[in-house]
């Protein structure tokens, strides 16, 4: 049996005439032949229509085109004559999608705000056995993508879960897996099980052009509590000798190593380059310190802001110093002036809505 359903050709689309209360807008049909012998017998046909009529009361209005209107017109409303629909098709021709007694249900992939089940699961794994080097190409990644995301609503993860999640992470043929951020800022387990992972890979990869797992774990380093911090202490240290890319991310956590912070944060000031990522890199690891470094710190960066830095300079080491408990200094140094008093009320909002997360000041200020 073979079942076919069409739409036909628009009808003219006429503008209606008052005089015309009924307009014929859509057609469609289905047809189903049982086939037996080489031969096809018709044994359904149906077409529905859809019409517009005249409201009743009968109401004139504007005909909307857009932002343009077309006069005025008898309102309508579409109704459907003869509705087809794949169910309603089944049961004319005496079928049902009921399932049988004893059948297992079809597994469906959760929706939106789900966390992951084993379909999803099981098709991201088919992805990461494919026998290639080469980087997967965005249709490939899709199931990965996908688990990914879903994964950022997991409630609990469980070692088999932590498992799949650093197979994906340390798999080079996917560049950018997307969300993995998240999921490793925002659950504690999965910090402390993949952070070594992460620092091994910025070892031996460094850190290049892709969004990387590992290039995303390190950006979350100074919003992640110190205790996830301080026992690798040593290896983030000597990890800012691989470069600028690598100090650009990781000395704005360098304050939060437990270790004093000054010899690789300092100085603060404008001697160099204005354009040096690792300059303000420091003033946002300033920022980020532990309070207790804030007697070592305040101090240069009130220097800094003596060499008349660039206006997006000044405002971050504003941040900082407001964030390390120095706020009379800052309310002294932006007493004058409609946009001081802007940023000053910014800097306070963030230092003491409750709705923003300690360190927020530190990642808004003077980075925008």
Same mark, same amino acid.
């Given at each position: ?5 069409? /739409? ?19 057609? !469609?049909?289905?047809?189903? =032949?049982?086939?037996? #012998? ?6 359904? =046909?149906? /077409? ?11 109401? @004139? ?69 494919? *026998?290639?080097?080469? /980087? ?10 996908? @688990? ?17 999640? $650093?197979?994906? %992470? ?6 950018? *897996? ?7 800022? $925002? ?15 910025? %070892? ?38 691989? #470069? ?7 000395? *704005? ?21 204005? $354009? ?15 309070? $207790? ?6 101090? *240069? ?40 008093? @802007?940023?000053?009320? !910014?800097?306070?909002?963030?230092? /003491?809505? !409750? ?7 530190? %990642? ?5």
């Amino acid at each position: 049996m073979t079942i076919q359903f069409d /739409t036909l050709s628009l009808l003219p689309d006429d503008e209606p005439s008052p005089l015309r209360l009924v307009v014929p807008r859509t057609t !469609k049909t289905v047809t189903a =032949h049982w086939r037996e #012998g080489g031969e096809a017998t018709e044994i359904l =046909h149906q /077409t529905e229509v859809g019409v517009d009529v005249a409201s009743v009361p009968a109401i @004139w209005g504007p005909i909307m085109d857009g932002m343009h209107s077309e006069g005025l017109d008898i309102m309508r409303r579409r109704i459907v004559i003869d509705q087809i629909s794949f169910n309603g098709t089944l049961a004319r021709l005496g079928l049902s999608l009921e399932r049988p007694a004893g059948v297992a249900a079809v597994e469906t992939k959760p929706t939106s705000g789900q966390g992951v089940n084993d379909l999803m699961t099981r098709e991201a794994l088919a992805v990461l056995n494919l *026998p290639r080097t080469e /980087t997967f190409d965005p249709q490939q990644a899709k199931p990965i993508h996908d @688990w990914l995301e879903h994964a950022t609503n997991m409630k609990e993860w469980t070692p088999p879960s932590i498992d799949f999640l $650093r197979r994906i %992470a340390r798999d080079r043929r996917i560049r950018s *897996p997307m969300s993995f951020d998240r999921i490793f800022e $925002r659950n504690p387990v999965v910090t402390a099980a993949l952070m070594p992972d992460m620092l091994q890979m910025i %070892a031996t990869d460094g850190i290049g052009p892709d969004y990387t797992a590992a290039r995303q774990a390190a950006y979350t380093f100074p919003r992640l509590a110190p205790a996830f911090l301080e026992p690798y202490a040593d290896q983030i240290v000597a990890l800012l000798d691989r #470069g600028p890319a690598v100090q650009e991310i990781l000395l *704005p956590a360098v304050g939060r190593l437990g270790v004093d912070p000054t010899p690789y944060l300092l100085p603060f000031g404008a001697d160099l380059d204005p $354009r040096a990522i690792d300059r303000l890199a420091r003033i946002k690891g300033a920022c980020y310190a532990d309070k $207790r470094w804030a007697p070592k710190l305040v101090g *240069p960066l009130r220097e800094a802001l003596s060499s008349n830095p660039k206006r997006e300079r000044r405002k971050a080491i504003l941040a900082a110093i407001a964030n390390l408990g120095d706020r009379d200094f800052v309310v002294r140094e932006l007493s004058h002036g409609n946009d001081e008093a @802007w940023l000053l009320s !910014k800097i306070n909002q963030y230092l /003491t809505d !409750k709705r923003y997360q300690p360190n927020s000041v530190c %990642a808004t200020i003077g980075w925008d």
